[in-house]
């Protein structure tokens, strides 16, 4: 079975890399302590962050959906 989460202070390009192994346009973030839902993340928020000037460096949690 795929991983379809990753911790939200996992790298953009950690998260890249993750979907592109489980072959979906999106994952779950978690906080990594309590495995607690933090929000989701799907490759269209990746565009628009990189698009704004945000590097592969920078964490998922910056541009995770929340709500």
Do not use: P
Not at 2 to 19: E, G, S, V
Not at 43 to 55: C, V, Y
């Amino acid at each position: 079975m795929m991983n379809y989460t990753i911790d939200r202070n996992a790298t953009i390009l950690d998260a890249l890399n993750r979907m592109d192994k489980n072959h979906q346009g999106f994952l779950i973030v978690v906080e990594s302590q309590d495995n607690f839902l933090y929000g989701t993340l799907t490759d269209g928020d990746i565009r628009r962050a990189l698009i704004s000037g945000k590097g592969l460096e920078e964490t998922v949690d910056s541009i995770c959906n929340v709500n």
